[in-house]
């Protein structure tokens, strides 16, 4: 329930921004570790940038390949990054602070990005998401008429 009503006051404070003309930031949810496919999954760590046309995200996920990241963008939500890393630990490490068996991460995005229009890209264990912003309709004159 409380979560329910957390997204409500976001989206009407995103709302209430948006009518001012201000700058809207996005609303990241951090997900605790997860059990995904009986995985352990971490949160990778993340920056996210925003210019006139685009979000971009870029996730550090060691081990991800094209092939073991998955994307996922649904309207309530939001866009989900799963990465199913192969890396199997031979031993218990002495210090461990990468879970090295996967990452999960959701994030509630503005509704002014076009996801259908998103791009990513991964490399060297670097996940880079570019999503563009939707055009801004341009203001429409209405004729006025004596009546």
Same mark, same amino acid.
């Given at each position: 329930?409380?979560?329910?009503?957390?997204?409500?006051?976001?989206?009407?404070?995103?709302? !209430?921004?948006?009518?001012?003309?201000?700058?809207?930031?996005?609303?990241?949810?951090?997900?605790?570790?997860?059990?995904?496919? @009986?995985?352990?999954? &971490?949160?990778?760590?993340?920056?996210?940038?925003?210019? *006139?046309?685009?979000?971009?995200?870029?996730?550090?996920?060691?081990?991800?390949?094209? *092939?073991?990241?998955?994307?996922?963008?649904?309207?309530?939500?939001?866009? @989900?990054?799963?990465?199913? @890393?192969?890396?199997?630990?031979? *031993?218990?490490?002495?210090? &461990?602070?990468?879970?090295?068996? &996967?990452?999960?991460?959701?994030?509630?995005?503005? *509704?002014?990005?076009?996801?259908?229009?998103?791009?990513?890209?991964?490399? &060297?264990?670097?996940?880079?998401?570019?999503?563009?912003?939707? !055009?801004?309709?341009?203001?429409?004159?209405?004729?006025?008429? !004596? @009546?």
């Amino acid at each position: 329930m409380n979560n329910l009503i957390e997204r409500m006051r976001n989206a009407l404070r995103r709302a !209430a921004d948006r009518m001012r003309g201000q700058h809207v930031p996005i609303q990241v949810t951090h997900a605790p570790v997860e059990q995904l496919e @009986s995985r352990r999954l &971490g949160p990778p760590p993340v920056d996210i940038y925003e210019d *006139d046309h685009e979000v971009m995200i870029v996730a550090d996920t060691p081990g991800a390949f094209p *092939d073991n990241t998955k994307l996922y963008w649904d309207d309530r939500e939001g866009l @989900s990054i799963y990465v199913q @890393s192969d890396v199997e630990p031979s *031993d218990e490490p002495l210090l &461990g602070e990468s879970l090295g068996e &996967g990452w999960y991460r959701s994030f509630c995005l503005p *509704d002014y990005v076009d996801p259908c229009e998103a791009r990513a890209a991964v490399g &060297g264990g670097v996940l880079t998401i570019q999503i563009p912003k939707r !055009a801004r309709p341009a203001p429409i004159s209405v004729p006025v008429t !004596a @009546s």
